[in-house]
């Protein structure tokens, strides 16, 4: 695959070639738990890195190899690794970039199972976050302190949908010499943070990557860049003797955190995603650029609908003409409002049941990205464990009901909305 590709072209093309054995266009799967290896010799060469190849698929797998190829050249980086999911790509590049006493400083407008992964589950293994609001640069600065190993936004807020100045952030998480992760997993097809500063991406591949609700999958993708012998990594830095002493930035360079990551926290914890996901998601990347615009072009006709109905209290899409991350959006997302909606209806919270009762072709459950349309309740449902206060700095207020706008024609989404709105 040579990189010169254009990324729509990548994104159906990187990672994965005709079968050598069967001519097979479409990739074969392959669900296997090992490998076999041809002598002794070969197996010890394995084990010790020293002769490349698979070993046990709870480290790789070439199905997991094609994703991670993929998803690296959708993202514009130099390395990746799948995870179970998205959680677990967020869990595990915490943990490979801390170590206990060490901090992190984040965003306040995160999906809440992040939210609540930062705030209650972190501190169980000796970590901390400290959050500051989303557009609060200046808080961003004061929050970072000698213990802070990374900054962490997501491309665009679930569900406050606000998009953060990359650049920006970049400059004040380098001067500080912490790395910048961006959780893509809304913005992905649309924004490469990795090309705006981000040394590291996380995404839920769950959703759009994936794009048909089919499988849970996850990934983090570096950039190759950042200097992890600053000394604030000493993981990176120091021999690791599990592997004879191998230190794990000088032999793996730019794919430092990919490396490190698969020969030890995946072989510790395991978080591996399933062969079978990982061949979903490549083929869900497949579509990805058509389906993002095409989720963008609804999601802004159903936001302009919504905007005018006599029934809806406000509505909040970065498409729209004033919205608040209007600069950001155009600087970052070449002008696209995304694929998500979130709109308040008049008479608040039973109003907003009502709605989610009736609708018909929208389906009401707890998932973004699908083909379908999805609608959500975040106050009684993905946002519900959080407190009142931390629920408004997520952007979750008692009547939001958000809208994963899919691919079906506009006009039935918006007769089955106002149907629903109809009965309030
Ligand atoms: C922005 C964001 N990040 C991460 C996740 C977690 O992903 P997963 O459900 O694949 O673990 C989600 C899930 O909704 C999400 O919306």
């Known amino acids: 695959m040579t990189p010169e590709y254009q990324k729509e072209t990548l994104a159906i093309h990187a990672g994965q070639k005709p079968d050598e054995k069967t001519g097979a266009r479409a990739e074969p799967i392959y669900m296997t738990t090992a490998y076999v290896f041809k002598d002794a010799k070969e197996a010890a060469g394995r084990f010790d890195l020293s002769v490349p190849g698979n070993i046990y698929t709870r480290l790789t797998n070439p199905n997991n190899?094609?994703?991670?190829?993929?998803?690296?050249?959708?993202?514009?980086?130099?390395?990746?690794?799948?995870t179970s999911s998205g959680m677990a790509a967020i869990s595990t590049v915490i943990l490979a970039l801390t170590n206990p006493g060490d901090e992190i400083v984040s965003a306040d407008n995160l999906y809440g199972g992040t939210f609540e992964f930062f705030n209650l589950t972190l501190p169980n293994f000796g970590r901390t976050a400290r959050f500051v609001p989303s557009n609060d640069l200046k808080a961003l600065k004061n929050a970072i302190n000698e213990k802070t190993r990374a900054v962490y936004f997501e491309s665009i807020g679930n569900p406050k949908l606000d998009i953060p100045d990359f650049e920006e952030i970049a400059k004040i998480a380098h001067e500080a010499g912490v790395p910048f992760i961006v959780d893509n997993t809304i913005g992905i097809g649309l924004v490469r943070p990795l090309e705006h500063g981000a040394d590291l991406v996380v995404i839920s591949a769950t959703k759009y990557a994936n794009g048909h609700g089919t499988a849970l999958a996850g990934v983090i993708v570096e950039n190759g860049k950042f200097p992890w012998d600053n000394g604030k990594f000493p993981k990176f830095t120091e021999p690791d003797p599990a592997y004879k002493g191998l230190v794990h930035y000088p032999t793996f360079g730019v794919s430092t955190v990919s490396m490190s990551i698969r020969i030890s926290l995946m072989r510790d914890l395991g978080a591996t995603l399933s062969p079978f996901n990982a061949w979903l998601t490549s083929i869900g990347l497949e579509?990805?650029?058509?389906?993002?615009?095409?989720?963008?072009?609804?999601?802004?006709?159903?936001?302009?609908?919504?905007?005018?109905?006599?029934?809806?209290?406000?509505?909040?899409?970065?498409g729209l003409m004033g919205h608040p991350s209007e600069k950001n959006r155009d600087k970052y997302f070449g002008g696209s409002g995304g694929p998500i909606l979130t709109f308040g209806v008049k008479g608040g919270f039973d109003a907003a049941v009502t709605v989610q009762n009736n609708v018909q072709l929208i389906s009401l459950l707890a998932n973004i990205g699908?083909?379908?349309?999805l609608i959500i309740h975040p106050a009684s449902t993905t946002h519900q464990q959080l407190s009142e206060e931390e629920r408004i700095s997520t952007g979750v207020t008692p009547d939001t009901i958000r809208l994963s706008v899919g691919l079906e024609n506009p006009l039935d989404i918006i007769a089955d909305l106002d149907h629903a709105l109809s009965l309030i």
């Open 65 to 82: 190899t094609s994703y991670e190829t993929r998803m690296a050249a959708v993202e514009g980086g130099t390395a990746a690794i799948s």
């Open 287 to 318: 579509t990805l650029y058509l389906r993002v615009g095409r989720h963008a072009e609804n999601a802004l006709v159903i936001a302009r609908h919504l905007a005018s109905h006599e029934k809806v209290a406000w509505v909040n899409y970065p």
């Open 370 to 373: 699908d083909a379908k349309t």
